[in-house]
């Protein structure tokens, strides 16, 4: 039995946006009793289409997904990679039935029963590991460059200058180019580990450090509003949106005895 209990919670704001194209959410499958699927997809072009359509298809792939007894780190990664190559496919044919090319960045995390977490992501949208306070991991775009200098040989220096080219953005719903898939995960999980999902509207205006005393002093709800009030106050007007789902494993709380006074039956 896992020694900790899961506190989660999700927060959006519009920023300084017109409209929210950010989509979040926390899910539990319908196969898949005690585990938690929590997803964060940001409509970088198109509106919040693709956003929606990544939330939608992942729903519907976690009620599907039947883990048995035990489900290893290959079989819950290729649960996240499925969902992310089946919004790309989705959100590219009705991409081409409106004459529109909506696009969206893609973070998840996948947290099992049996104490293991995987996550993945593409493009801009980010997820954070801590440890008590501590930064321990976050996803980024290396594994993206190594890809891109092996599968399309470019120079190093190319590579790194992606984001500035239309024909390499890594994106869901982009029809020049199927997305890669970045995977990471943790075995393991203990009270004290906490995870951040968020978008570049939040985890551009801090640092790890920030981030991770924000999570580890307050619960989710009141960490997710400490963290978009202090955006609100560095963006100076120019905030875009932002959003995140928290993820905290606490220690359970301790049995209580019941001192209850009751009547005593009379013996018979």
């Known amino acids: 039995m896992n020694q900790y209990k899961i506190e989660a919670g999700t927060a959006q704001h519009i920023g300084n946006r017109p409209q929210q194209n ?19 997809a940001d409509g970088v072009a198109g509106g919040s289409t693709a956003a929606e359509q990544a939330l939608h298809t992942a729903k519907q792939l976690f009620d599907e997904f039947k883990p048995g007894e035990f489900a290893s780190v290959e079989r819950l990664a290729t649960l996240l990679r499925d969902i992310v190559h089946e919004t790309h496919v989705v959100v590219k044919m009705n991409g081409l039935a409106t004459q529109t090319e909506p696009h969206a960045t893609f973070a998840a995390l996948l947290i099992s029963p049996s104490g293991q977490a995987v996550w993945a992501h593409v493009g801009e949208s980010r997820v954070y590991r801590f440890q008590q306070a501590e930064c321990k991991s976050r996803t980024s775009d290396a594994t993206y460059i190594d890809h891109l200098v092996d599968s399309d040989k470019l120079p190093a220096e190319s590579a790194r200058n992606h984001r500035h080219s239309k024909l390499l953005i890594n994106v869901l719903g982009n029809s020049r180019k199927e997305p890669f898939v970045a995977i990471g995960n943790h075995a393991d999980l203990a009270a004290g580990d906490a995870f951040l999902l968020c978008s570049d509207g939040l ?64 013996a018979v």
């Open 22 to 40: 950010n989509r979040v959410a926390l899910l539990t499958g319908a196969r898949a009793p005690g585990y938690l699927l929590a997803v964060l």
């Open 203 to 266: 985890w551009h205006f801090f640092t790890d450090a920030e981030l991770g005393a924000a999570l580890s002093k307050n619960a989710p709800r009141q960490a997710a509003e400490l963290l978009i009030n202090k955006a609100g106050e560095r963006a100076l007007g120019k905030g875009g949106n932002c959003s995140m789902a928290i993820v905290k494993l606490v220690k359970p709380p301790k049995d209580v005895p019941n001192y209850t006074v009751q009547k005593m039956g009379r």
